[in-house]
């Protein structure tokens, strides 16, 4: 009698130990996949902001002012829509120690924008997409004006040139 109880508690013990070890592993893989739903989300949300201040002609005055010279036509609300934000995973990125994931937007319009017009519109919509993430991860003082490139605890994030359908 003694030697069989002993035996369950050991079987117990293994037991439980293999599923504290499982426990741990899946641990550190669902975390690194909550972070890139975070960024995922940020970046979506940020793109659509880029795209709602553009078409609705919402722009910093210093921007404004360079439109209403060269770019007039921006000025005027368009539609613009987003078909697909997708990321890239670029490898490990040694100057910051942290693996680098490239984010990409793809828009289709309804008007006709000239080469210029469309890289203007995409810089707007990678900038918010940008700030969304620094904003998400709380890292915009370890960045630049411009957002570029944005960090979290495990990723650095660059965009990608706005692809146009």
Known sequence: MIGNSGQVSGEYLLLAGVLILILMISAVFIAD??????????????ANEGIGTSS?????????????TSKSDLLIPYSVEIV????YELGYD?????????FKVYVTSTKEFSKKQQVSIG?????????ALAVSFNTTS??????????????VFTTANVKWV
Do not use: C, W
């Open 33 to 46: 996949e909550s972070e890139l739903n975070t960024a995922m989300a940020a970046a979506r949300n940020g």
């Open 56 to 68: 609705v002609a919402i722009y910093p005055k210093q921007t404004f002012n360079d439109y209403e």
């Open 84 to 87: 697909n934000v997708t990321y």
């Open 94 to 102: 040694n100057n910051y120690g942290k693996k680098e994931i490239q």
């Open 123 to 131: 810089d707007r919509i990678n900038y918010n997409l940008r700030k």
């Open 142 to 155: 370890a960045t630049n004006k411009l957002y570029n490139p944005v960090f979290s605890p495990h990723y």
